[in-house]
């Protein structure tokens, strides 16, 4: 699986928009980027995933450049809930290549 | 619909004793993965059963480790004997076969190895 950079922490004022980048330059075309997150010593909790095109569920958006060389999560609307450990992750689907592949992800904090 | 359950939640032993954690995964999940995180490090994969065949255990650490999914519903991860070593967060992951794969975890077991 490609290997992702994510910066080591973030700040977020609470009510507005948090922006998470992740680069992965070496994404193969049939790659998934996957976003996941970790609230204090919780199971990782799924967020959203895409292939190329922008992707947008009730709790993130994914925005997914062209080259597919970088992405950014969107929280539109941070609370002080959303305060984790945010993991980006590149992986092919399928049940063959099952394993997530976690790297150290951004910390965001979020704050009155 | 119920998520990923794993027992205990916590789990204290002595060094050498034996310790088996329990992940129930979502109805109807073929595939169920075992992660654990230690103190400051990275998550790490374990091990990844279909139904109850091995897939890939190239993440298990040695073989003091046993997992098992008898019947393709819940597994266990068994630790004999335990080091020191091995304390850490244990969490289990659950996820559909085919395209709709995404993993859903559970809440994880604590182990701690004293």
């Known amino acids: 699986d490609a290997k992702t950079t994510q910066p080591p922490s973030m700040d977020c004022a609470e009510g507005r928009a948090a922006n998470l980048p992740c680069n992965h330059s070496?994404?193969?075309?049939?790659?998934?980027v996957y976003w996941y997150r970790q609230i204090h010593s919780q199971g990782p909790q799924y967020i959203i995933h895409?292939?190329?095109n922008n992707e947008t569920n009730e709790m993130a958006s994914l925005i997914i450049t062209e080259d597919r060389k970088s992405s950014t999560l969107i929280l539109p609307h941070a609370t002080l809930r959303d305060t984790a450990v945010y993991y980006c992750?590149?992986?092919?689907?399928?049940?063959?290549?099952?394993?997530?592949?976690f790297g150290q992800g951004t910390i965001l904090t979020v704050h009155p | 619909e119920a998520g990923v359950t794993q027992f205990p939640s916590h789990s204290v032993i002595e060094k050498g004793q034996t310790v088996t954690l329990r992940c129930d995964p979502i109805?109807?999940?073929?595939?169920l993965y075992w992660y654990r995180r230690v103190m400051g490090k990275e998550i790490k994969f374990l091990l990844h059963?279909?139904?109850?065949?091995?897939?890939?255990e190239s993440g298990m650490p040695n073989n003091r480790f046993l997992a098992e999914r008898t019947g393709g519903t819940y597994s266990t991860l068994k630790v004999q004997p335990a080091e020191l070593e091995d304390s850490g967060v244990y969490f289990c992951?659950?996820?559909?076969?085919?395209?709709?794969?995404?993993?859903?975890f559970g809440p994880g077991t604590r182990l701690t190895v004293l």
């Open positions: 109805s109807g999940h073929d595939n």
């Open positions: 059963f279909v139904k109850e065949s091995k897939q890939d």
């Open positions: 992951a659950s996820s559909h076969v085919g395209s709709s794969d995404t993993q859903y």
């Open positions: 992750i590149v992986r092919v689907r399928g049940t063959s290549y099952g394993k997530l592949t």
């Open positions: 895409g292939l190329k």
């Open positions: 070496t994404i193969s075309g049939n790659e998934y």
